[in-house]
C-alpha cells in the first residue's frame, strides 16, 4: 500500500518555500527550516561558519535578547534545536498549537534580523563555545577524529566534503566579524530556505501564517555554483593509521557513493546492508558470530548531494586478533557479492530494514517535518517521503551486483585504522 501523507506547498514571492503537512492526531505543530548552508558551501580559510551560525541563531536577534528564544518557547512547552551538516543547516521547534505564531515570530526575527545582535562579544562567547564542543565530541574522545581522517582520506583536498562541519579552529580565531557578517547575508535569505509546518495545522491557516511573519523578508539574489560532477571511485587504495589509546583496534573502510537519491545509491546501500549493515550480515554472521575475530560490525551509507556520497564499514576488532584479517574477509565478502550477489533473504532482509527506519522516521512528525524540509530543499520534491521506499522495493539483485562492481570495488577503498599502541609505542612515548 503506497504512502500517501498529505504535502502542500507554495513559494513566497520572496523565494521561501513553503511546505504544510497536516496532522491532526495531537495539538502541536513542528516548524522545521533547512537553510541551504552547510560545511560544503565554506570556502578555504573560512571553514566551521555554518556550525558557528548554528549557536550564533540562539544569541539573539533585532527584537529577542540572548537566550530568549529557547526561554520563551519552552516556557510554552515547546522543544527545540538545531543541526548543521555537510548540505544544510536546520532549526527546529514542536510547540502546542496555541504557540505556534511566537514560534513563527521568533526564527523570522532571526533568520531576517539576526545581524542586529551579532557583536564581537556574541561572536567571541561562541566562537569559546565551539572550541570547547569539539574538545569534548572530537579531540577527547576514542576514535573522535575518525570520520574527520575518513573525509580526508575520501575526498581530494579542496572537495566540499574534504574538511568536517565542526571546521578548523585556526580559521574560526582568524574570522573577523566582518567576515561572519558577510557569510550571514550570502546565505540565510528567504530564497535560500524551506519552512515545514507539520502537524495541526490546515494549509490556508499555516501558509497564511507564514506570510504574514516571514513575507516581508528580503530576497537576496542567490547565485550558487551548480553540483560537481559525480566523482569517480579512487582509482587505489588508500591507508590512514593511527596509534591511540582507543579501546581496540577499529578499521573504517570507506568508499565514495553516488550522489543521494539515486537508484545507483539506493542499490549500494542494499549492497552495504547485506555487507554489514544488518544483524543477520555476512561479516556480522562471519566475523562476530562464527570466527569471532571482531566484536562489532556497522555498514552504512549517507547520501550527499554535491557530486558525491558517502559508504562505509567499521569494524571493531577483538583483541588478540589481527586487523589485516579482518580486512581480508571484508574484501572476500565484497568481491563475492559482487560475484554472487545478495541472496534472496538478504535482500528480503534489506528491504525490511528500509522499510522499518523509514515508517518509523515518518511515525514521528518531527522527523516527518524534517524530511519534508530535506527533499524539498535538496531535491525540490518534497513527495519522495511518500515514494522512497517504491524504489527501495524495486531494488533487484542484479542492481545490487553492478552496484558493488561499481563504486565497492575493493580497490577503491579508503582505510583509516585507529590502532592500540604496542609496547615498542609506549616505550618509544616513554
Given at each position: 500500500?503506497?504512502?500517501?501523507?498529505?504535502?502542500?506547498?507554495?513559494?513566497?514571492?520572496?523565494?521561501?518555500?513553503?511546505?504544510?503537512?497536516?496532522?491532526?492526531?495531537?495539538?502541536?505543530?513542528?516548524?522545521?527550516?533547512?537553510?541551504?548552508?552547510?560545511?560544503?558551501?565554506?570556502?578555504?580559510?573560512?571553514?566551521?561558519?555554518?556550525?558557528?551560525?548554528?549557536?550564533?541563531?540562539?544569541?539573539?536577534?533585532?527584537?529577542?535578547?540572548?537566550?530568549?528564544?529557547?526561554?520563551?518557547?519552552?516556557?510554552?512547552?515547546?522543544?527545540?534545536?538545531?543541526?548543521?551538516?555537510?548540505?544544510?543547516?536546520?532549526?527546529?521547534?514542536?510547540?502546542?498549537?496555541?504557540?505556534?505564531?511566537?514560534?513563527?515570530?521568533?526564527?523570522?526575527?532571526?533568520?531576517?534580523?539576526?545581524?542586529?545582535?551579532?557583536?564581537?562579544?556574541?561572536?567571541?562567547?561562541?566562537?569559546?563555545?565551539?572550541?570547547?564542543e569539539k574538545r569534548q565530541?572530537?579531540?577527547?574522545?576514542?576514535?573522535?577524529?575518525?570520520?574527520?581522517?575518513?573525509?580526508?582520506?575520501?575526498?581530494?583536498?579542496?572537495?566540499?566534503?574534504?574538511?568536517?562541519?565542526?571546521?578548523?579552529?585556526?580559521?574560526?580565531?582568524?574570522?573577523?566579524?566582518?567576515?561572519?557578517?558577510?557569510?550571514?547575508?550570502?546565505?540565510?535569505?528567504?530564497?535560500?530556505?524551506?519552512?515545514?509546518?507539520?502537524?495541526?495545522?490546515?494549509?490556508?491557516?499555516?501558509?497564511?501564517?507564514?506570510?504574514?511573519?516571514?513575507?516581508?523578508?528580503?530576497?537576496?539574489?542567490?547565485?550558487?555554483?551548480?553540483?560537481?560532477?559525480?566523482?569517480?571511485?579512487?582509482?587505489?587504495?588508500?591507508?590512514?593509521?593511527?596509534?591511540?589509546?582507543?579501546?581496540?583496534?577499529?578499521?573504517?573502510?570507506?568508499?565514495?557513493?553516488?550522489?543521494?537519491?539515486?537508484?545507483?545509491?539506493?542499490?549500494a546501500t542494499v549492497a552495504?546492508?547485506?555487507?554489514?549493515?544488518?544483524?543477520?550480515?555476512?561479516?556480522?554472521?562471519?566475523?562476530?558470530?562464527?570466527?569471532?575475530?571482531?566484536?562489532?560490525?556497522?555498514?552504512?551509507?549517507?547520501?550527499?548531494?554535491?557530486?558525491?556520497?558517502?559508504?562505509?564499514?567499521?569494524?571493531?576488532?577483538?583483541?588478540?586478533?589481527?586487523?589485516?584479517?579482518?580486512?581480508a574477509a571484508l574484501v572476500?565478502?565484497?568481491?563475492?557479492?559482487?560475484?554472487?550477489?545478495?541472496?534472496?533473504?538478504?535482500?528480503?532482509?534489506?528491504?525490511?530494514?528500509?522499510?522499518?527506519?523509514?515508517?518509523?522516521?515518518?511515525?514521528?512528525?518531527?522527523?516527518?517535518?524534517?524530511?519534508?524540509?530535506?527533499?524539498?530543499?535538496?531535491?525540490?520534491?518534497?513527495?519522495?517521503?511518500?515514494?522512497?521506499?517504491?524504489?527501495?522495493?524495486?531494488?533487484?539483485?542484479?542492481?545490487?551486483?553492478?552496484?558493488?562492481?561499481?563504486?565497492?570495488?575493493?580497490?577503491?577503498?579508503?582505510?583509516?585504522?585507529?590502532?592500540?599502541?604496542?609496547?615498542?609505542?609506549?616505550?618509544?612515548?616513554?
Amino acid at each position: 500500500m503506497p504512502l500517501d501523507y498529505p504535502i502542500h506547498r507554495r513559494t513566497l514571492p520572496n523565494g521561501l518555500r513553503v511546505v504544510v503537512s497536516p496532522d491532526h492526531t495531537v495539538p502541536n505543530v513542528t516548524v522545521n527550516l533547512w537553510v541551504g548552508v552547510g560545511s560544503r558551501h565554506e570556502q578555504a580559510g573560512r571553514t566551521g561558519f555554518a556550525h558557528l551560525f548554528e549557536h550564533l541563531m540562539f544569541q539573539g536577534s533585532r527584537q529577542v535578547r540572548s537566550g530568549e528564544h529557547f526561554e520563551a518557547l519552552m516556557a510554552e512547552g515547546g522543544r527545540l534545536n538545531a543541526t548543521t551538516w555537510f548540505d544544510r543547516t536546520n532549526y527546529f521547534e514542536t510547540v502546542p498549537t496555541g504557540a505556534l505564531e511566537l514560534a513563527l515570530w521568533l526564527e523570522a526575527d532571526r533568520h531576517g534580523h539576526l545581524l542586529d545582535a551579532v557583536s564581537q562579544e556574541n561572536l567571541d562567547n561562541q566562537r569559546d563555545v565551539v572550541k570547547e564542543e569539539k574538545r569534548q565530541r572530537y579531540d577527547n574522545q576514542p576514535y573522535g577524529n575518525a570520520l574527520i581522517d575518513v573525509y580526508a582520506a575520501v575526498f581530494p583536498e579542496g572537495h566540499p566534503y574534504h574538511h568536517p562541519t565542526i571546521g578548523s579552529m585556526e580559521d574560526l580565531d582568524a574570522a573577523s566579524l566582518e567576515d561572519v557578517h558577510a557569510f550571514f547575508r550570502r546565505h540565510y535569505a528567504p530564497d535560500n530556505t524551506v519552512l515545514t509546518l507539520c502537524g495541526d495545522i490546515d494549509p490556508d491557516t499555516g501558509f497564511a501564517l507564514v506570510e504574514r511573519y516571514f513575507g516581508d523578508l528580503d530576497a537576496r539574489v542567490q547565485d550558487p555554483r551548480p553540483p560537481l560532477a559525480q566523482l569517480e571511485p579512487l582509482t587505489d587504495p588508500v591507508r590512514v593509521e593511527r596509534r591511540e589509546a582507543v579501546p581496540n583496534d577499529r578499521l573504517h573502510v570507506a568508499f565514495r557513493l553516488p550522489v543521494d537519491e539515486s537508484d545507483e545509491l539506493v542499490a549500494a546501500t542494499v549492497a552495504l546492508d547485506c555487507l554489514g549493515g544488518l544483524s543477520s550480515s555476512r561479516l556480522v554472521r562471519r566475523l562476530v558470530r562464527r570466527e569471532q575475530t571482531a566484536v562489532g560490525v556497522h555498514a552504512t551509507a549517507w547520501g550527499f548531494v554535491d557530486g558525491v556520497s558517502l559508504g562505509f564499514v567499521v569494524l571493531d576488532v577483538a583483541p588478540g586478533s589481527d586487523p589485516a584479517d579482518l580486512e581480508a574477509a571484508l574484501v572476500e565478502e565484497l568481491e563475492r557479492l559482487a560475484a554472487e550477489g545478495p541472496t534472496e533473504a538478504e535482500l528480503e532482509a534489506s528491504v525490511a530494514q528500509s522499510e522499518r527506519a523509514w515508517l518509523s522516521a515518518l511515525a514521528s512528525q518531527e522527523e516527518r517535518a524534517d524530511l519534508l524540509s530535506r527533499y524539498t530543499l535538496l531535491h525540490d520534491d518534497p513527495d519522495v517521503v511518500n515514494t522512497h521506499l517504491d524504489r527501495v522495493r524495486a531494488v533487484t539483485a542484479d542492481d545490487v551486483v553492478a552496484a558493488t562492481r561499481r563504486w565497492l570495488d575493493p580497490r577503491s577503498r579508503a582505510v583509516v585504522a585507529y590502532l592500540v599502541p604496542d609496547a615498542a609505542d609506549e616505550e618509544a612515548v616513554a
